[in-house]
């Protein structure tokens, strides 16, 4: 499956962003669906994932409240809707698909968009 991620921009502490992710290539509904983020100088971490119905969802503990990840089956798209952003959430932002279970390893994930980077200024 081929992951193109956008939505990505520059905007202060406090605002919202929503970010998108358009699958294409596979069902859409077969893959489990990731967030990811990577901030300079830091390891690419977790950030949030849904399973394949779109009923379970599970957030890093420094998102929970804030984000949520949605999917859109007619469009085969997912979202990762950002509220109340702040400068540690500056990061480049992935997208990731997976067969099987709901995953916050990384490793486990076959399919990476190319990422859209999120500012933040304070």
């Known amino acids: 499956v081929q992951l193109q991620a956008s939505g990505g921009g520059l905007v202060r502490a406090g605002d919202s962003l929503r970010l998108s992710c358009a699958a294409s290539?596979?069902?859409?509904?077969?893959?489990?669906m990731g967030w990811f983020r990577q901030a300079p100088g830091n390891e690419r971490e977790f950030v949030a994932t849904?399973?394949?119905?779109?009923?379970?969802?599970y957030y890093a503990d420094s998102v929970k409240g804030r984000f949520t990840i949605s999917r859109n089956y007619a469009k085969d798209t997912v979202y990762l809707q950002m509220h109340a952003l702040k400068p540690e959430d500056a990061a480049l932002y992935y997208c990731?698909?997976?067969?099987?279970?709901?995953?916050?390893?990384?490793?486990?994930?076959?399919?990476w968009g190319q990422g859209t980077l999120v500012t933040v200024s304070s």
């Open positions: 849904i399973d394949r119905s779109g009923t379970n969802t």
């Open positions: 990731a698909a997976r067969r099987g279970p709901m995953s916050v390893e990384q490793s486990t994930y076959e399919f």
């Open positions: 290539g596979r069902t859409f509904s077969d893959y489990v």
